[in-house]
């Protein structure tokens, strides 16, 4: 936020029915998981920004997005891209 780091990601959660990236799972600086929607994230190419500390949603809310999703790690993909709807598809070869 700001350049000052709230935390790190250590999973991305993705809808169980869709292909379609909710968000991450982050680990903060008090030890905390916390959950980040994909909707107010910004990726960038070093980073996951976002505008304020109040988008992560508490540690315990993250049970419910871990019981109603899947790790995007689960999901098969060998090169995972996400489009900037939160689509979640597989790498295109450069051949």
Request: hydrophobic share 40%; net charge negative.
């Amino acid at each position: 936020m700001h350049g000052i780091q709230l935390g790190r990601p250590v999973d991305a959660w993705v809808d169980k029915r869709a292909e379609r990236l909710l968000g991450f799972e982050i680990l903060c600086g008090d030890g905390a998981h916390r959950f980040l929607p994909f909707a107010v994230a910004d990726l960038r190419a070093e980073e996951v920004a976002v505008d304020s500390a109040l988008t992560l949603i508490d540690e315990r809310e993250l049970d419910f997005y871990r019981r109603n999703s899947r790790r995007l790690a689960d999901c098969g993909y060998a090169d995972p891209w996400i489009d900037d709807e939160g689509g979640v598809h597989e790498a295109r070869s450069a051949a």
